[in-house]
């Protein structure tokens, strides 16, 4: 089946796909002490907006009055070094140990995306663990690569 090409429904579906090989590669690996996460860095404008318009850009509202960046964490606009924080937080926090396979953002463990912001926490079909072992096993197959299954 093709489609015309969105950039916008190929990103969430990329996002998507990464929150769920997360998943599996976590369920597979903890025997083994193999832990995984997935995470949202922030909206960080980075050398990426080169392939954006200006009024995609400007749609994130992040360049002030004067045109400078605008840096608000409070609403998700992150300078790089803030967005690597939870990258570097879910490698190293010891109340992490033992648990994996979660969604981060800012620092902490996702909840479920709720019905009324669908712009924070975990959407649910990104944890679906079903959908996350089909996905496992077509990169298997489409890579023709396995590195097994440890159910644990």
Known sequence: MTRPYDKWQAY????????LF??????????????AFSLHPGVILTDLARHLSEDEINSFDVYDENGNR????????KTPEQGAATSVWAATRPE??????VYCEDCEVALPQTETD??????PWAMDPQAAERLWLLS???????VGDRRG
């Open 140 to 146: 298997e197959q489409l890579t023709g690569l396995s």
């Open 12 to 19: 969430g579906q990329a996002k998507t796909a990464n929150a």
């Open 118 to 123: 669908g712009t924070r926490g975990v959407a």
């Open 70 to 77: 605008r840096v608000d964490p409070a609403r998700d606009l």
């Open 22 to 35: 997360a998943l599996e590669l976590d369920r597979r690996g903890a025997a083994l002490g193999v832990r």
């Open 96 to 101: 992490l140990d033992g648990i994996g396979g």
